[in-house]
C-alpha cells in the first residue's frame, strides 16, 4: 500500500492484518450480526484518520483488503469500496470526541443487547468479569438509527470523560480499547459478563452484589493486568489459524 498517511507501510499492514482478525474472532464467537456492525481503528500516527470495515462482507471471511481508511469528512483514502453510512457517523463521532480511544468496536452481540434493553441494564458488581467494567460503563437512550452527523455525534458524547463501554439503549453497544487486543479483551468479556448476568437473573432468584469497594478493587485488578489482552488475542489468533506476518 502506497498511500500518504504518516504511517509505515508495515505498520498499517499489520494494524489491517489485526483489525480484520478481531472481525473473524467476533464472528467465530457469535458476536456478528449479518454483514453489519464494524470496528475501527485509528491510524497510527495520523488521528484524523482511521481503518474501518467496508459494507459487504460477512465477518467470518473479512481480510485486511476489506479495511478501508476513512477521513473525518468520509474520504476513503485507502483501499477499495464504500462505507456504511451508520458505521462512518458512529466511528467518526467517537474517534473525534475520544482521540485516545483507539478501537472503537460496535456490535448488537445478542446478551450484552439483550441487557441494554432492560431498565437495570448491565450490573457491574455480580460477577467478576463484569466488575471490569466497574465504573466505566455509560448509557445513551435510542433515538433512531445513526443516519446523520447528529445522531453520530450524540453517541459520540456518550463516550467522554473515560467511559470503555457505551450501552446503546435498545439497540447495542461500543466497546473503546487503546489498541485491538484491548478493545477485543473488553468486547468478549462484555459479552461474557452479560450473558452470566441473563442467565443470573433467569433463575428469578435474588442476585448477590458485591460492595462498592470490592467492585473498585476488582475492577483495577482488571486494569493492572497489562498481560492479559495481549495474551488473549494472540490465542484467538491461533485458533483461527491467523498467523501473524
Ligand atoms: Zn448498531
Redesign the pocket.
Known sequence: MTEVIGASHDVMMRAKHDLAASFRAAAMHGLNEGI??HFSLAVPGRPDLFLLNRFGPHWSEITADDILTVDFHGNVVGGEGAWET?AFM?HRGCHRARPDANAVF???MPYATAVSMTVGGFDTRIHQNSMYFHDRIARLPYSGL?DGPAEGDRIASAVTGGATVVM?DN??VIVIGTDIADAWHKLYFLEQSARLQVLAQSTGQELIRVTEAVAQLTAQQWIDDDQAAPKLFAAVKRQLGWLDS
Open positions: 453489519d456492525n451508520t458512529i460496535h456490535t448488537h445513526a446503546l439497540h447495542g
